[in-house]
């Protein structure tokens, strides 16, 4: 019943800004946390922010704070991740998830319950 498709990938210049969305669709509670994640290039992956619709409580990951910025619009069910000033190194794979049950652990992928198949961020030099 549950899906999420990510949407806004690709190639941008470093310092430069992108916008990704999330379309959750089908959730059946009215509580849940969707969190980003990506992943790169030979590396592990690694949760970089997150928000509960409950009470917006947010996260965000030392490496991306103060450059990206999530929100939710409740109205559309859909979740954007404001990315700003764009490095290198964010380069990657990146993904959307939801927890309807119960709120997730900080990095722990593993609880979370939907995942989207992901979109692709390129940031050269």
């Known amino acids: 019943e549950v899906r999420l498709v990510e949407s806004g990938g690709g190639l941008v210049q470093a310092g430069g800004s992108m916008r990704l969305s999330c379309l959750v669709s089908?959730?059946?509670?009215?509580?849940?946390?969707v969190g980003w994640f990506r992943q790169a290039p030979g590396k592990g992956r690694e949760q970089i922010t997150s928000?509960?619709?409950?009470?917006?409580?947010?996260y965000y990951a030392d490496s991306v704070r103060g450059r990206f910025t999530i929100s939710s619009d409740d109205a559309t069910s859909t979740v954007y991740m404001q990315m700003n000033d764009l490095k290198f190194e964010d380069t990657g794979d990146y993904y959307c998830?939801?927890?309807?049950?119960?709120?997730?652990?900080?990095?722990?992928?593993?609880?979370?319950?939907?995942w989207g198949q992901g979109t692709q961020v390129t940031v050269s030099s």
């Open positions: 998830a939801a927890s309807f049950y119960s709120t997730p652990r900080i990095g722990r992928g593993e609880d979370y319950d939907y």
């Open positions: 089908g959730g059946t509670f009215d509580i849940y946390t």
């Open positions: 928000i509960r619709t409950s009470d917006r409580k947010l």
